[in-house]
């Protein structure tokens, strides 16, 4: 991992050989080698990972998305925004409960603020995932505030069912 061209040569490493390698070795001590995956192979490696038939298990996407948040921000911004838009829309879906600041006089109770205060954030998942689940926020809103708002504007309307039907085709 420490070679000058790593990048480049995993990039020729077909997906589903580095997911194998990674399964092997397990993802939470695989995190560096993901982290310099490509967008392309990251999404095969969820592809692989989180779908049994036609039903996705979310839950197992989280260890995936910590190896991409572990690569920094910035990285982990660039490779988030390359997934299957469906994929990341999934992902805060099932994280969230998103309402527009403006809608309220108060936060929900245990709502965050987006950092522009734009959307109040009711994390509804599992209480171990709850500070990735912000961390991917985060660094949305770092590497691109309007893509940001626009995302998590249509992601307040998406159905669950139908972002994982798009999703599975």
């Given at each position: 991992l420490a070679a000058p061209d790593v990048k480049r040569e995993l990039a020729r490493v077909p997906a589903e050989e580095l997911y194998w390698v990674i399964r092997e070795a397990g993802v939470a001590d695989a995190r560096g080698l993901i982290a310099l995956c490509s967008p392309e192979q990251v999404q095969r490696f969820l592809d692989l990972d989180i779908w049994r038939g036609d039903e996705v298990e979310m839950s197992r996407a989280w260890p995936w998305v910590e190896a991409i948040l572990s690569g920094g921000w910035e990285r982990a911004a660039k490779t988030l925004w390359r997934l299957d838009i469906e994929f990341l829309g999934l992902l805060v879906n099932s994280s969230?409960?998103?309402?527009?600041?403006?809608?309220?006089?108060?936060?929900?109770?245990?709502?965050?603020?987006?950092?522009?205060?734009?959307?109040?954030?009711?994390?509804?998942?599992?209480?171990?995932?709850?500070?990735?689940?912000?961390?991917?926020?985060?660094?949305l809103y770092a590497d691109d505030h309007e893509r940001i708002l626009r995302f998590l504007t249509q992601a307040r309307f998406e159905i669950q069912s139908d972002l994982e039907e798009t999703a599975l085709q």
């Open positions: 969230f409960e998103i309402v527009e600041a403006y809608e309220l006089l108060d936060p929900p109770p245990g709502a965050r603020a987006t950092r522009d205060g734009r959307f109040y954030l009711v994390y509804k998942g599992p209480p171990d995932d709850e500070a990735t689940a912000f961390n991917v926020v985060e660094a």
